[in-house]
């Protein structure tokens, strides 16, 4: 165990189409059901296909995510410090 490691609430790309609108924020995929604890940073990885162009707010992402994301007209930020979460 690692005490210094950073847990997220991880998403895959393929989920996004459960989120409503084409921004995606951890509030919102918390409001769709897609993510359930509020203290835990979001990180998005790239399995799965987008269906639609969104803009993608997360505290981090993978790099086939982000490649993803690009390739389907969106575009993605990195949000905040994962390690202030819940504090």
Avoid: C, M
């Avoid at 895959?12 to 940073?41: C, Y």
């Avoid at 790099?63 to 930020?77: H, Q, T, V």
């Amino acid at each position: 165990n690692n005490k210094w490691r950073t847990e997220f609430e991880v998403v895959n790309l393929g989920q996004l189409g459960r989120n409503d609108g084409t921004e995606v924020t951890p509030e919102s995929l918390r409001a769709a059901g897609i993510v359930k604890k509020e203290q835990l940073p979001v990180k998005i990885l790239g399995e799965g296909e987008l269906g639609q162009a969104y803009t993608v707010k997360a505290h981090k992402l993978s790099a086939s995510a982000k490649a993803k994301i690009e390739a389907a007209g969106g575009r993605w930020e990195i949000i905040g410090d994962p390690g202030s979460i819940g504090e």
